[in-house]
Nanobody, 121 residues
């Protein structure tokens, strides 16, 4: 089994910062891409940021220059540093990882349970 456990969400005022963490655990052989997605009420889930195993990153235009994704390959953890938060950043944030388990021929997509981020104006 593989689990992704997120932490770090909460309520913050506009202009503030939050740091999300997501730790993967279980019978993990290798973690490929890791990323963060978000879903606001009434909207589709969207990609926020993604990071490859080699450290290459990609961001949604709406968060470029404000959010930073990073990972610790020893701890199997991905982070999202969110600065200059805006009310429109309010959403449930989900961690995602492409993981190859021991004994598996292929990798699979795994999701965290989601963590609420609320930005007040």
């Amino acid at each position: 089994q593989v689990q992704l456990v997120e932490s770090g969400g909460g309520l913050v005022q506009a202009g503030g910062s939050l740091r999300l963490s997501c730790a993967a655990s279980g019978s993990i052989l290798r973690i490929n891409d890791m990323g963060w997605y978000r879903q606001a009420p009434g909207k589709q889930r969207e990609l926020v940021a993604i990071i490859t195993s080699g450290g290459s990153t990609n961001y949604a235009d709406s968060v470029k220059g404000r959010f930073t994704i990073s990972r610790d390959n020893v701890k199997n953890t991905v982070y999202l540093q969110m600065n200059s938060l805006k009310p429109e950043d309010t959403a449930v944030y989900y961690c995602n990882a492409d993981i190859k388990r021991w004994g598996s021929l292929t990798s699979n997509d795994y999701w965290g349970q989601g963590t609420q981020v609320t930005v007040s104006s």
